[in-house]
């Protein structure tokens, strides 16, 4: 499982691609040797494409945010009518370049501990103009903190605006990119590896393996996560979620379950990201690219798991109804 993990670790496709060799994880296999040994061997690799990618930070302008807490009855009132209070003093939405406005329903009904009655309303404002998003943001916060809904508080003190900065990856003609190796007083020069390859083909065809699909009869509603582990993370402005399975027989299942549709079902605030499904039979895996789920990167979007790391676990906190023949015995183990 910690291999599987790693091997679906902030990835796409199965080629998982490198400037000086392409490998294909969906021909490498597995072998657990005991404990804390785990063989991989038959990776097929190919000649490296004729670009690097390149990474570009830039100047993205300012940004402030405030985490509100409400608590008790009419949550969904009380955040509505803080965010139209708030954005009256400062003179409308418009004049900013983006506004986020997230309501984060932890709260539970009849709670019995006092953090169970509360939810969280997230507001982050960006601007070419620190001033916007500077003190006149924080101040009119405070002027409404006694003169709004009861029960206010924040998570953290109010604070300036600061700088943020947006990640543009993008591609450039490997011939324009060579490395300098010093060694002692001698300096060497290496080119990228494709410039040597005249042809770029697979180094050994991967053999597609077809997934028979079974009969079940019984069903039994239980957390995914209890068949299944998960590993997810960042890529820039995109995000990956791998899965894999414990055995063949679940492996089949969730082949079949866990269509790029299906998922949005489950985790519906997906449904609006275009997402593709790669298929690593060879090691029991999915793995689903979303992309465009963080913006423009870590550094400049608004989500409370900026990283996208714990997707994964959420997936597997959902509940579905599982083939009871896969949910005790070896398939567990």
Request: a negative charge; charged letters at 25%; glycine letters at 6%.
């Amino acid at each position: 499982g910690t291999v599987t993990a790693q091997l679906l670790y902030e990835i796409s496709s199965p080629d998982y691609v490198n400037p000086d060799v392409i490998g294909h994880f969906d021909s490498l296999l597995l072998e657990d040797l005991g404990n804390d040994k785990v063989m991989v061997t038959a990776c097929k690799g190919s000649p490296p494409n004729n670009t690097h990618k390149v990474c570009v930070n830039l100047a993205g302008g300012y940004r402030n945010g405030m985490e509100l807490i409400l608590t008790g009855l009419d949550i969904e009132e009380k955040a509505e009518i803080f965010v139209t209070a708030l954005f009256d003093l400062l003179g409308g939405k418009d004049q900013f370049d983006e506004v986020t406005i997230d309501l984060h329903r932890t709260d539970k009904s009849d709670p019995e501990t006092h953090e169970e009655a509360m939810a969280m309303l997230r507001i982050d404002l960006k601007s070419k103009d620190p001033n916007l998003v500077g003190r006149l943001f924080t101040a009119k916060i405070i002027e409404l903190a006694l003169a709004n809904y009861p029960g206010f508080f924040s998570k953290q003190p109010p604070g300036p605006g600061s700088p943020f900065i947006r990640y543009w990856p993008t591609l450039i003609d490997s011939k324009h990119v060579s490395e300098k190796i010093h060694i002692l007083s001698e300096e060497h020069t290496v080119y990228p590896t494709s410039l040597e390859i005249a042809e770029n083909k697979i180094a050994s065809t991967i053999i597609e393996t077809k997934i028979e699909k079974q009969t079940y009869t019984e069903f039994e509603e239980i957390p995914f996560g209890r068949i299944i582990g998960a590993r997810s993370g960042d890529k820039g402005g995109c995000a990956n979620l791998g899965i894999w399975a414990r055995s063949d027989d679940i492996y089949s299942f969730v082949y079949h379950y866990l269509t790029v549709e299906q998922l949005k079902i489950l985790l519906p605030d997906l449904n609006k990201y275009e997402i593709e499904r790669y298929e690593l039979p060879n090691i029991r895996s999915l793995n689903f690219y979303i992309k465009d789920i963080l913006e423009d990167g870590a550094s400049s979007n608004t989500k409370v798991d900026a990283l996208a790391k714990s997707l994964g676990e959420y997936l597997r906190a959902k509940h579905v109804n599982v083939p009871k023949d896969l949910i005790n015995g070896d398939n567990n183990d």
